[in-house]
């Protein structure tokens, strides 16, 4: 199973730090969040990562290279000439790095010990997400998690952890542009063809500078 890394986007929330450098790039207790990420990847048996990159991309680039100081063969999806295509353009895109098996995504900006899985099996369905408990600054959450089914509304809520495990199918019909994973997330949880689990242990989204100061003291 290969790999993506979603790390194209601007990080306006976490402006001034992404001004001069791309959210990935941002250092958590000493490395940056993407080296946490490759570097997990690489210990739970991952070879092949694609990472997207569109905003100072070509910095992400510089750093991380060819994978070869992990031991683990990297390629780009390179967005920089047209812009940032989101979560799921950005996915349609790299499609033929990824493959014809199901794929891992996950994404940059956050921080966690969920422990990749390269032998996950979708088991007929199109995608699995890894939901988590609500953050503070999510309390709503996102879906509900139904017998294994993620749900578009539940009596508990979970937030989505920005990790997940998809059939290149669920991308079939995704056109090659700017667009969000969101609806078409939502729209495959109504014909019952996403699976789900809840992750309990240590996760947090990067999304704003008193977040990512927040977790370097702790």
Not at 146 to 173: L, Q
Not at 189 to 213: A, C, Y
């Amino acid at each position: 199973m290969n790999a993506m890394i979603l790390a194209a986007g601007r990080g306006e929330r976490m402006r001034p730090l992404t001004d001069s450098l791309p959210k990935p790039l941002l250092p958590v207790k000493g490395k940056t969040l993407i080296e946490w990420h490759i570097e997990k990847l690489a210990k739970n048996g991952f070879e092949e990562i694609i990472i997207n990159i569109a905003h100072l991309g070509y910095k992400i680039e510089e750093y991380v290279k060819d994978g070869s100081q992990w031991g683990v063969k990297i390629y780009y999806s390179d967005e920089q000439g047209t812009g940032a295509l989101e979560s799921a353009g950005g996915i349609k895109k790299a499609l033929p790095l990824l493959g014809d098996e199901p794929f891992l995504v996950v994404n940059g900006d956050i921080f966690c010990d969920y422990e990749f899985n390269p032998d996950f099996e979708l088991q007929g369905k199109l995608a699995h997400l890894i939901l988590v408990p609500n953050p503070p600054h999510n309390p709503k959450g996102d879906f509900g998690l139904k017998n294994g089914h993620v749900t578009n509304k539940d009596d508990d809520m979970y937030t989505f952890s920005g990790i997940g495990y998809y059939h290149p199918n669920f991308f079939k019909d995704v056109a090659l542009q700017k667009s969000s994973l969101t609806p078409i997330l939502r729209d495959f949880i109504d014909k019952k063809f996403v699976s789900g689990e809840v992750f309990n242990k240590m996760w947090h989204d990067i999304g704003t500078p008193k977040r990512l100061q927040e977790i370097n003291e702790n």
